[in-house]
């Protein structure tokens, strides 16, 4: 079951942008849902997670203190994004896992993604 994420689009340098991802029913409390980003010719990069049950989040060093995830309702999650730079570009996805991972390959039910761009 695939999870789609929404709410990408063009923004400047400097601004802000918050995305969302829906799961098609309840996100149990045993699962862990990331955040990736892809560009083109590269491979896709961990942002942060959060664990469902408890909330606890965590962060790629790259986004870390710009980026906070968000539980909206039992059944979204969301990727709050300030302070946005042309780096941020990317296309980005939600995940599922039931590990505390930062590793891609843990993570199941991709969606299409969302694009962020970011003029600089």
């Known amino acids: 079951v695939q999870l789609q994420a929404c709410g990408g689009g063009l923004v400047q340098t400097g601004g802000s942008l918050r995305l969302s991802c829906a799961a098609p029913?309840?996100?149990?409390?045993?699962?862990?849902m990331g955040w990736f980003r892809q560009v083109p010719g590269k491979e896709r990069e961990f942002v942060g997670r959060?664990?469902?049950?408890?909330?606890?989040t965590a962060y790629a060093d790259s986004v870390k203190g710009r980026f906070a995830i968000s539980k909206d309702s039992p059944n979204a999650v969301s990727l709050q994004m300030d302070s946005l730079k042309p780096e941020d570009t990317a296309v980005y996805y939600c995940?599922?896992?039931?590990?505390?991972?930062?590793?891609?390959?843990?993570?199941?039910?991709w969606g299409q993604g969302t694009l962020v761009t970011v003029s600089s």
């Open positions: 995940a599922r896992s039931t590990q505390w991972s930062y590793y891609a390959g843990d993570f199941g039910s």
């Open positions: 029913g309840r996100i149990y409390s045993s699962a862990v």
């Open positions: 959060i664990r469902w049950s408890t909330g606890r």
